[in-house]
């Protein structure tokens, strides 16, 4: 007769979870259909931004600087003229892939550093717990700061001190849900059987972890999308003129009276995206929970 206790586990925990249908991902509420649009539309901008405006991101037009948003301008110009809805939509690639690359580190180590301190316990948990405990005491943006600092200006040394920055974030939570499954029946049931420590960590502990960690994954990308606009604000990201969101808000900031289209538009675009990844982790989450 099965164990009624490691029938329940598994069915809660998930050994891993597989949607019965596709349409159980359909969002159905406006606001989530409007939030995948936007992401949609965003990630085309940033695989193919030259389908969305025929304007050139670096190419002046005299005749037309500090233009107002009109039908040959959305967005309006900025100081040069170059038009603004076309830097911020070849700026989005910049943008998407730095933030893409920091949730990647991020999320890696702290899934390994997660996993073997929370498996094995001991000095080892000891260990991680205190440089977790370091991290998490510093705040992330500053943090980010000293860390691009130290390795150079650009996006990618940005996306690679924004992700070091959330490395503590995704440790703690791997940490705790490593704690919950390791002590129940159906791991202690792969270990009578025979299998090695490692092969229960990666077959068994991690399938069972990963809702969580995709959740978390989802949010920590809107919030690597604004440390990095950030950091680029504050001169640390692309050096001008090329294209990035936080930059293009940081040239605005000197017309902010003028011109104020430049610094509002691409601030609601960041806004926007942001709200649309939080609302598409909320889809995750009901239909991984």
Sequence with gaps: MADPLRLASVRRLGAPWRPATWLA????????????GLLLLIALAAIAPGWLTPYDPLLPDPSATLAPPSWVHPFGTDYLGRDLLARLIHGTGRTIAGSMVAVVIGLGAGIVLGLIAAYF??????????????????PGLLLSMVIVVSLGFGTFNTAVAVGVSSVAVFTRLIRSEVLTIKELSFVEASRHLGQSEWRVLWRHILPNSYAAVLTLAALQFGSAILWISALSFLGYGAPPPEPEWGLLVAEGCEYVVSSPWMVVLPGLVIVATVVAIGRVSRLLRDNLG
């Design 121 to 138: 316990g001991g000095w080892v948990d000891a260990v991680v717990g205190r440089a977790i405990d370091v991290l998490l005491a510093i």
């Design 25 to 36: 991902w359909l969002p159905r509420r406006p606001g989530d259909l409007a939030a995948v």
